[in-house]
């Protein structure tokens, strides 16, 4: 590539005093002075998530507000910073319709002080159960306070979409045989 | 009305009209601290602090949520914690100079205020009388001796501190006081010469210097600053280097001397500094406005006698005394008020010069112009008064 020598021109008078430098500086900021403000006021503001955000993991209901979770613990085992704790339980009896599932989480604990978000345990997820949503701000005043359990999660969590519904395709093909 | 204020002793009407000024000064210097905050702000395109209000103003409807986005409580909490927070010494400081320093920089910074008149009222002969602490014959003299020796105070600290940084800033600020000084002062002496016209007793007061603003006529009504551009020019530069604000702060420069002179001091000496500097800088933009701006004229062209003769037509007392002064007391303020407006607004304009840049400058710039300044008018004002 050629090499372009560009003349640098010596200031000008005006330019070695400042003066008309300044003048436009102090225009520039006046203009500013009067704008409107771009600061976002936290807390009476909130900003706009991105799709995609990685917020506070969660569980989810599927729309039947049955939970999706089988306690397979595959996020358990995944989680980089170890911030999962399960223990696995049975599907309780009256739940006649889900009998098939056979295991549900008893106990399903995420220490948020632990937590990276890292997004693992919902890529690992075969369940479609734990998701990171919106939330991005977790505070307490107690170690304690910052573990979230079972019902907290679910609390967060709420209820998704569900494209599949693995379940009840898998107690139909049981029952009728399979369709193909 | 006032009577029996006048039949006081003279020292406690002193003592009272010192008072006053003083809740007068230090309030403004506080509301200073604040706005600079809020100018910055709004520079940087942000709201400012605009968050601390006291409860029960938080009960007024619409005001007291306007007074919070103001931010006006923010200055009593930054006076709070000034007042409440540790006062630490450090271990290695000298400690007699070391509390010394920031007492020596309050005192010029007051003592000047009692040589700058601010607002005239006319008594029953339509005489002008100045309101002022003390209505010097050498107005100006007095507050150039008093005001330089504020340095003092920061050579004090910067040496009791022990401490490389605060020293190196001393030196600096020593160093960059006496460059400027020079020119400040013969920036100022063509308004004298021209003020000393032949015939008239000779005066350093600023009374004068407002007066010979306030005449009629094309050439009586105009302000000096519009008479003598070159004069305002260098005065409000050599202002900017006295009173150590951008582009002229070496002396503080954060990034080279930490904190300089002030690095080791917390607290409420802290703010003594704090309040220091602000009052040079209102004393610094009232002087201003007295030599180049007119006084307590509202506008150029237009004297308070005029300003008063019109508002008289609309208002039964407009010639009282006590409206008379309290209305230049106003204008005078709000034009010093805007002064320090311009202050703020520069130093969140500018970057700062280099040290080498300030020195070169001061001597071979500020310098040279101020001397030919002067020998222009000097021949001008002598074939003019001829």
């Given at each position: ?60 209901r ?37 009998a ?15 937590c ?13 159960a734990?998701?990171?949503q919106?939330?991005y ?14 019902d ?29 | ?15 009272a ?14 509301a ?61 400081v ?19 205020v ?12 339509g005489?002008?009388?100045?309101l ?8 100006m ?23 490389k ?29 021209w ?19 306030s ?13 003598m ?9 050599a ?5 150590n ?15 300089s ?5 917390g ?30 004229n509202?506008?150029?062209?237009v004297?308070l ?15 009282a ?37 300030v ?28």
């Amino acid at each position: 590539m050629a090499v372009i020598t560009v003349e640098r021109k010596p200031l000008t008078f005006l330019e070695r005093t400042y003066l008309p430098q300044i003048a436009g500086g102090l225009a520039t900021t006046f203009k500013h002075l009067i704008a409107p403000k771009k600061t976002l006021e936290y807390p009476e503001q909130r900003p706009a998530i991105p799709p995609g955000y990685r917020g506070v993991p969660t569980l989810v209901r599927d729309p039947n507000g049955r939970e999706k979770c089988v306690s397979c613990q595959l996020c358990e085992f995944v989680c980089p910073p170890k911030a999962i704790r399960i223990t696995p339980g049975e599907i309780s009896a009256d739940q006649t319709d889900r009998a098939h599932v056979e295991k549900a989480p008893q106990a399903f604990d995420i220490d948020m002080l632990r937590c990276i978000y890292c997004g693992l345990c919902q890529e690992v997820c075969p369940e479609e159960a734990i998701f990171l949503q919106n939330q991005y701000s977790m505070s307490g005043y107690t170690r304690a306070e910052m573990v979230n359990h079972k019902d907290k999660l679910y609390e967060l969590g709420g209820t998704l979409p569900d494209q599949h519904y693995k379940w009840d395709q898998k107690k139909n093909a049981q029952d009728h045989g399979n369709a193909h | 009305m006032f009577d029996f204020f006048f039949q006081l002793h003279p020292v406690i009407q002193g003592l009272a009209k010192g008072l006053a000024v003083i809740m007068v000064i230090f309030p403004i210097a506080g509301a200073c601290s604040m706005a600079e905050r809020k100018v910055a702000a709004w520079i940087q395109d942000r709201p400012g602090p605009n968050r601390a209000i006291v409860p029960w103003v938080a009960w007024i409807p619409f005001f007291g949520k306007f007074l919070q986005r103001l931010g006006i409580f923010h200055v009593m909490a930054d006076g709070g914690k000034m007042l409440f927070k540790e006062d630490s010494l450090p271990g290695h400081v000298n400690k007699f100079y070391f509390i010394l320093a920031p007492i020596v920089a309050m005192i010029p910074a007051l003592t000047t205020v009692t040589a700058v008149p601010f607002g005239a009222y006319f008594d029953s002969a339509g005489k002008v009388i100045t309101l002022g602490l003390a209505p010097l014959d050498i107005g100006m003299l007095a507050v150039f001796a008093v005001s330089s020796l504020g340095v003092y105070s920061a050579i004090l600290a910067g040496w009791a501190s022990n401490s490389k940084y605060p020293f190196l800033g001393s030196v600096r600020a020593s160093a960059q006081l006496i460059s400027y000084e020079l020119s400040m002062t013969l920036a100022v002496l063509p308004v004298f010469l021209w003020v000393n016209a032949p015939g008239l007793p000779g005066t350093m007061s600023f009374g004068r210097v407002v007066e010979f603003q306030s005449q009629p006529g094309f050439l009586g009504g105009m302000w000096f600053g519009f008479l003598m551009p070159l004069s305002a020019f260098i005065f409000l530069v050599a202002l900017f280097a006295e009173t150590n604000r951008q582009p002229f702060d070496t002396v503080e420069s954060e990034s080279d001397l930490v904190g300089s002179f002030h690095t080791e001091y917390g607290a409420f000496k802290w703010g003594l500094f704090f309040v220091a500097e602000y009052s040079h800088m209102i004393v610094g933009s009232g002087v201003f406005m007295l030599l180049f701006g007119g006084g307590w004229n509202p506008l150029p062209w237009v004297s308070l006698a005029m300003a008063v003769d019109w508002l008289g037509a609309i208002l039964p007392f407009a010639h009282a005394p006590l409206f008379v002064g309290v209305l230049s007391i106003a204008i005078f303020l709000g034009k010093t008020l805007a002064m320090i407006f311009f202050f703020m607004w520069v130093r969140w304009t500018l970057p700062r010069f280099r040290y080498d840049q300030v020195m070169k400058i001061g001597w071979q710039k500020m310098l040279p112009l101020s001397i030919a300044n002067l020998l222009f008018y000097a021949i001008a004002i002598a074939v003019l008064q001829k």
